[in-house]
């Protein structure tokens, strides 16, 4: 249960498991996508989400919004959720 919903989705796996539940089950590997603390680790986890995951169903969140939610600036999650909430209604 996400505590601090900045801090809790800034690693994106969240954003992975949220993607295997509403998306076809075999586009997200959880496996591949670790808890992180560092700002590298959590680039990773972005860069994979939007290269294996966002990209095959057409979603693209832009470099300065990963960056955002990496550092957890305030507002940023909450708009690439609700962004993320639209498309996946239209998969």
Avoid at 11 to 27: F, P, S
Avoid at 48 to 70: A, N, P, Y
Avoid at 77 to 86: A, G, N, P, S, T
Wanted: net charge positive; charged share 25%; proline share 2%.
């Amino acid at each position: 249960v996400p505590k601090n919903i900045t801090r809790d989705f800034s690693d994106g796996v969240l954003i992975a498991e949220i993607m295997k539940c509403y998306t076809t089950k075999d586009l997200v590997q959880l496996h591949s996508y670790q808890p992180a603390n560092s700002t590298a680790a959590k680039f990773l986890n972005w860069k994979m989400l939007s290269e294996k995951v966002f990209h095959k169903i057409g979603l693209e969140i832009s470099r300065t919004d990963i960056e955002g939610i990496v550092t957890c600036s305030s507002g940023v999650i909450e708009r690439v959720l609700v962004f993320l909430y639209k498309k996946i209604l239209e998969v």
